[in-house]
């Protein structure tokens, strides 16, 4: 990614910060069929750089973030029964068809709900 490819977007305008722990990322994946970045990878720095300090995933779609779900999804997965939702949203599209890039646009949620925890 470029600063070009940002399009002058600055990480404060990804919504709020959702970092997960290996815990909530085990159970995203079996809900999510993606790959969540590792902290180890050396594009995180200028991922958190471009949309701040998130846990990333890539997947057929691109590149996406977890945004908390304030409001109930359906009867099965309300947030006041206790259960802690997140929304995919995407945040870059591939490139091009091989997946070698990423083009930064405009945060869109998609429909896919994960649920992180039971809280007790």
Do not use: Y
Not at 3 to 16: K, R
Not at 58 to 78: A, F, K, R
């Amino acid at each position: 990614m470029t600063d070009a490819e940002t399009n002058g977007v600055c990480a404060n305008q990804w919504g709020t910060m959702m970092k997960l722990t290996s815990a909530q990322i085990e159970r995203t994946l079996r809900q999510f069929d993606a790959l969540a970045i590792p902290e180890s990878h050396p594009l995180l720095p200028r991922l958190n750089e471009l949309f701040g300090d998130h846990t990333f995933f890539v997947d057929s779609n691109g590149l996406s973030i977890m945004e908390v779900m304030t409001e109930p999804v359906d009867e099965g997965t309300e947030v006041a029964g206790g259960v802690h939702a997140v929304r995919v949203v995407n945040v870059a599209d591939w490139s091009d068809e091989t997946h070698s890039g990423l083009a930064v646009h405009e945060p869109e949620p998609t429909d896919t709900i994960v649920e992180l925890e039971l809280k007790h």
